[in-house]
């Protein structure tokens, strides 16, 4: 398992001995975000079309906040996760396939946390608090009236569990694809997720829907893992290149025009954090993205990084860190999420080509 290490971020910074239990114990752990006690991970994949969407419940509640650094984006309840506005808890985050269409997937997730009597208390009534996050994939071959709705939420609810979660091309990540600045061919994103324990009981982890306009980079090698390949299907154009004049401009603005993409995702942790701080860590995990996606943020993404905070740990919280970690478990699950996924019809995955 590939090895995380705290580095330079904290250069000038004071040194707390739970930074230095981060450096000793480094190792991303397999759970991904069921790691977090308090949550739960369900999908729902669709059979007749390649999408889907992802749920992650919190039964008793959990401390939001969000991040939206893309310049696209398509997005459910993000005004009540201000930290000047007074509801303190979600239930559930969604992340589901179907661009605006898929924003319906919430009304299933309701449902199902109204069934189970899960939600904010006013009085005798019960509300469920659900935010959400879409990507497109309408782009793919097939019906495109085929798309995430509130029976794949209900679905995606009711399954939910503890345990690991799997990854891949499985729920929000089963359209998502990656490298589409144009002027190449894209391949296949998916969803991936990691976790990192310290000794000291923290718990820190991601989940992530990869389909990003542009390249997926191993930060350890600074090499291409996933992006736009050449006319032979072999070998990467590297995005970095591209930008940089080897390559048509008209084609990347082309490219970032008809793109199909957003990389939307959350990062958790068990530690007890009120909404500004939860609301920092989202900010601090979008360092991730920007690590393993390039270029990230772009006009044809609408990057989207939710948080949630269990408060089972007991002690004192260090944003610190845990926005440290965070950005670090969100590269670990992106590189996962196109490493695990499964190729379609003229999108390869990573695994197809061998690497």
Known sequence: MRKLWIGAL?????????????????????WGLTAVSGLELGHHTLSERATGCTVIIARDGATGGVDVRGSAPGTRELALLDPVNSVEQVNAVV??????????????????????????????????IVVGAILYDLGLEGDRKIRPGPECGYIAAETASIRPPEEGSVGAG?????????????????????????????VVAAGVAVNAVGDIIDPATGEVVAGMLNSDGVGFLD???????????????????????????????????????????????QDGLARTIYPA????????????????????????????LAADVMAEAILRAVRL??????????????R
Not at 241 to 269: C, P, W, Y
Request: glycine letters at 16%; aromatic letters at 4%; zero cysteines.
């Open 174 to 202: 089963a359209g998502a694809t990656v490298g589409k600045m144009g002027g190449g061919r894209p391949m296949k994103g998916g969803f991936g997720t990691a976790s990192i324990t310290l000794d000291n009981g923290l």
């Open 10 to 30: 904290l250069l000038g910074a004071p040194i707390s001995h739970e930074l230095v239990i981060a450096q000793e114990n480094p190792a991303i752990d397999p």
């Open 239 to 285: 995005a970095r290149k591209v930008l940089r004049g080897e390559g048509s401009n008209q084609d990347f603005e082309l490219g970032i025009e008809r793109g199909a993409n957003t990389t939307i995702g959350l990062v958790a942790t068990n530690a007890k954090l009120t909404k500004a701080q939860t609301t920092k860590i989202a900010q601090m995990a």
């Open 95 to 128: 992340l589901s396939g179907g661009s605006a269409f898929g924003l319906d997937v919430a009304s299933g997730v309701m449902r199902y946390l109204d069934e189970e009597d899960i939600g904010y208390r006013i009085g005798q009534k019960v509300v469920p």
């Open 341 to 354: 996924a499964e190729g379609l019809p003229g999108i390869p995955s990573v695994s197809d080509l061998g």
């Open 297 to 324: 943020h772009t006009m044809g993404d609408g990057d989207t990084v939710f948080a949630l905070a269990t408060g089972t740990l007991e002690g004192q919280e260090n944003v610190t860190l845990i926005g440290a």
